[in-house]
């Protein structure tokens, strides 16, 4: 399984380009490709998208990334 270094201190939001406030992991469903698996995922929050679920959270981060290739700008979100 790849690892990551993340700054933790310099992070933008998952769901946009702001500074995030908060860190959280999250439990996820399993996806339909590997049923048998549960997933983890590290979330961070800026003050706009504290009170978003992890769905609303996930349909932010697939936007975020079509607009970053849409620019042309590399963009890491983990």
Request: net charge negative; with cysteine; aromatic share 6%.
């Amino acid at each position: 399984m790849p690892t990551n270094i993340i700054d933790f201190h310099n992070t933008e939001s998952s769901a946009c380009h702001k500074k995030h406030v908060d860190i959280s992991t999250e439990i996820v469903a399993p996806s339909p490709d590997r049923p048998n698996t549960i997933g983890k995922k590290i979330i961070f929050r800026c003050e706009d998208h504290l009170d978003c679920d992890v769905n609303e959270i996930e349909k932010l981060v697939l936007v975020k990334k079509r607009f970053a290739a849409s620019l042309l700008i590399p963009s890491f979100t983990p």
